[in-house]
């Protein structure tokens, strides 16, 4: 080849290399132009959205004709027909509406279609958002509902002829009723706005007891609501990032969908939220709950690189526990002592599970310390620790200080099962309630913990719930009329008349990640699978069927799922069957 033609191809290549950058630049402007004149935050959401069709008509009032059609319609475009919508009518000074069920509780928003109607000036409505059909129903101030940190009770103005997106709060039933005099709405469409993370859920967990699978899934839902932008304690009312609350819903997380980003962004807005010497969300408990959430997170994620992040606020925040125990027991200062509500007017009580509280966090310091070479750290918490158990604190036959002293190996195991046991379900609380059934299975009472579940938890099933509540007690669940239907008269209804503390009547959350604890224990201790070295690299099998004759399931790893199957032969005997992921050890 000559030098001309060399010259000949090698321009061709320049330019071809030319015309490809100015490709990719008009690339760049075409998809950058829709930002040009926008101040965007450098986050984007990570969440999805669907848009869902109501499955039912709970009730209608007033002038109200055409309303199962909106069960199903769903072209999402008005148009000029107005055969196949729902006409509702304020005429003669009546009040009309609607109240619809989305058979689930979802988290977003609504939107509506209006179609042609006789009136071209926009229509005001009054949306009423409810996690239960009294909630629905029900205006703000009465029965204690409110507009706590989302928006549950407001008039809006629907189009003529068009479309409109409302609201952003926790719902499954939405009351829409007409807010002015003389006026007629026909809507063609009513979808829900559902928002989430469309993550799939790798951990299963399915016995011979179809209560307890629905309980299992109600409690992965709950949680899955819950992980919002951050990981929320509740999807309508405390839509906040409290550390101490996240404990079960992280081990909620780590059981059914493995490794999320929500978890350590929520961790770390905490902390940062939190410069030392203060305590997280004020509360010195919730500083102990955060360190624990950091080894039982390293457990099952084996992040290191994530974990010496910690490691230097760790060091202080574990001196600062010390310091708060330097006579042999927790004596927290500066901070609220909190535990959990139902604890939260007994001083005593408060006292005993702080102090167990103070050994769990500082042992859990101490096996971070070891995990990330800081012998200092280790040895300053084990040391500590040490010395804290020597005290034991009366825990007064109370089900959460037993549980926590229990779970700390401070006292007899067996005789602070017993005090859990008392009048079985009585006494727990939706977020406490986790750690009872730990301590009960530390005491080889799975049958007994088992039937809680079922009692407890499934009462909330019971009555229509299907996620998890922020708290309800047994006697309300014995009493209480259903939450998807409207109560009788003189009928006592849990969600408007009972309730307690911060969560009294309508203002109690009915998604509460807190409440999501039988989901982990289940796949721990029925299950059996059981990490024994952080990151799942080795893991022993320990599955306690109490009266179950087969499970089967898996959970998430970093490795990959594990999926398990046991069941009873002929002679009563256990049978095991695991596939383990590549690189994952089985210990026997």
């Not at 007899?412 to 406490?432: E, V």
């Amino acid at each position: 080849m000559d030098s001309s033609e060399t010259k000949i191809k090698m321009n061709r290549i320049i330019v071809n290399i030319i015309l490809l950058m100015a490709c990719v630049v008009q690339i760049d402007a075409t998809e950058n132009i829709a930002l040009k004149g926008l101040n965007c935050s450098n986050s984007s959401s990570e969440l999805s959205l669907k848009y869902v069709l109501p499955v039912r008509v709970v009730h209608t009032y007033g002038e109200v004709v055409g309303s199962e059609h909106l069960l199903t319609n769903s072209a999402r475009q008005v148009s000029l027909s107005t055969s196949d919508v729902c006409a509702i009518s304020s005429t003669g000074g009546k009040s009309s509406g609607i109240l619809l069920d989305f058979g689930k509780e979802i988290h977003g928003g609504l939107k509506l279609y209006a179609a042609v109607r006789a009136t071209y000036r926009p229509v005001k409505i009054r949306i009423r958002f409810g996690e239960s059909v009294a909630e629905a129903m029900t205006q703000v101030g009465i029965d204690n509902a409110t507009n706590d940190h989302a928006m549950r009770d407001f008039v809006v103005e629907v189009p003529w002829l068009g479309s409109i997106e409302v609201g952003n709060s926790a719902y499954r039933f939405v009351n829409i009723e007409l807010a002015e005099p003389d006026i007629d709405l026909n809507l063609a469409l009513v979808e829900g706005i559902f928002k989430y993370r469309d993550i799939p859920y790798l951990g299963r967990f399915k016995c011979d007891n179809p209560r307890l699978n629905q309980i299992w899934e109600t409690g992965a839902y709950t949680v899955h609501l819950n992980m919002q932008e951050y990981l929320w304690d509740g999807v309508k009312r405390d839509r906040l990032v409290w550390v101490g609350d996240m404990h079960p819903e992280v081990m909620t997380i780590n059981s059914v969908f493995g490794r999320n980003e929500v978890v350590n962004k929520s961790l770390d807005f905490v902390r940062d939220d939190t410069p030392l010497p203060g305590w997280m969300n004020g509360m010195c408990s919730y500083s102990l709950w955060w360190i624990i959430i950091q080894r039982d997170l390293y457990m099952h994620c084996g992040d290191l690189d994530y974990l010496k992040q910690q490691e230097s606020y760790l060091d202080k925040i574990a001196d600062q526990i010390i310091e708060n125990c330097s006579d042999g027991k927790e004596n927290f200062k500066n901070g609220e002592r909190f535990l959990d509500w139902p604890t939260s007017d007994k001083p005593e009580i408060i006292h005993a599970g702080l102090h167990a509280l103070a050994v769990m966090s500082l042992e859990a310091a101490s096996e971070l310390g070891k995990w990330l070479g800081n012998t200092e750290l280790s040895s300053k918490c084990a040391d500590a620790t040490g010395k804290l158990r020597k005290y034991l604190p009366d825990n007064f036959g109370n089900k959460q200080a037993s549980a926590l002293l229990a779970l700390a190996n401070i006292g007899n195991a067996d005789a602070l099962a017993k005090n859990i046991l008392r009048d079985g379900a009585d006494g727990f609380s939706t977020f406490y309630g986790f750690y009872m059934l730990e301590a009960l299975a530390k005491a080889g009472l799975y049958d007994e913990a088992m039937k809680i579940i079922s009692d407890y938890w499934g009462g909330m099933i019971d009555l229509g719930a299907t996620t998890f509540w922020e708290d309800v007690s047994m006697g309300d669940l014995r009493f209480s009329s259903r939450i998807d239907s409207i109560p009788a008269e003189g009928q006592f209804n849990f969600h408007s008349k009972g309730g307690r503390y911060c969560y009294r009547q309508l203002r109690n959350s009915l998604c509460h990640g807190w409440a999501s604890g039988p989901t982990p224990w289940l796949s721990r201790h029925v299950l059996g699978i059981i990490p024994i070295e952080p990151g799942f690299r080795k893991i022993k099998i320990e599955p306690h069927l109490g009266s179950l004759k087969q499970v089967e399931g898996s959970i998430p790893t970093p490795y990959g799922v594990i999926e398990v199957r046991h069941h009873r032969d002929k002679n009563n005997k256990i049978k095991t069957d695991v596939k383990l992921p590549k690189g994952i050890q089985l210990v026997k």
